[in-house]
């Protein structure tokens, strides 16, 4: 499945194949140290950068105002 942006389907990808095998070989196993952190990271900037170009930040921000996970959401992104 491809991203919200062709930029980031690429690191999307890696990131999956990953967390596929992280989670088939460690995780049901026990194992619950992370593994794909930093591609998750890569990802996350890459959708919230796509988000902010297509100027769907605004909008993500009003639709989650005056929620309790909608407060915590527009902090998470504003420090981007």
Not at 7 to 26: I, Q
Not at 38 to 43: P, S, T
Request: with cysteine; net charge negative; aromatic share 10%.
């Amino acid at each position: 499945m491809s991203s919200l942006s062709s930029d980031c389907t690429e690191v999307k990808d890696r990131y999956d194949t990953c967390f596929n095998k992280w989670y088939a070989e460690k995780f049901l196993k026990g194992d619950t140290t992370p593994a794909c952190d930093e591609l998750f990271k890569q990802y996350r900037e890459c959708v919230w950068k796509a988000i902010h170009d297509r100027q769907l930040d605004t909008l993500i921000a009003d639709a989650t105002k005056g929620s309790v996970t909608g407060a915590a959401s527009a902090a998470e992104t504003s420090s981007l």
